[in-house]
């Protein structure tokens, strides 16, 4: 299957903006945040088509998959 996958602030760095991936069916949010080496700890937010997920939500063909670090300040 075909997933966008876009990645956000710091997230980016050494990796990409956006990209399209060849997954296999039964593929988890939280698997391409670890295929991603992301520590699940800075995850903030996970989005699949402009929806909150979780790491355990299976990714459809076609989904565009948002990964937001958590953001902090005050």
Known sequence: MRVQVKLF????EGRFV???K???EGTT???VV??????REEVGVL???SRHCK?????QDDDI???FPVIGGG
């Open 47 to 49: 989005m699949i088509n």
């Open 22 to 24: 060849e997954l296999p």
């Open 65 to 67: 998959y948002a990964i």
């Open 34 to 39: 670890d295929d991603l080496k992301i520590d």
């Open 18 to 20: 956006k990209e399209d």
């Open 9 to 12: 602030a710091f997230f980016r």
């Open 55 to 59: 790491f355990e939500t299976v990714l």
């Open 29 to 31: 949010a939280g698997m």
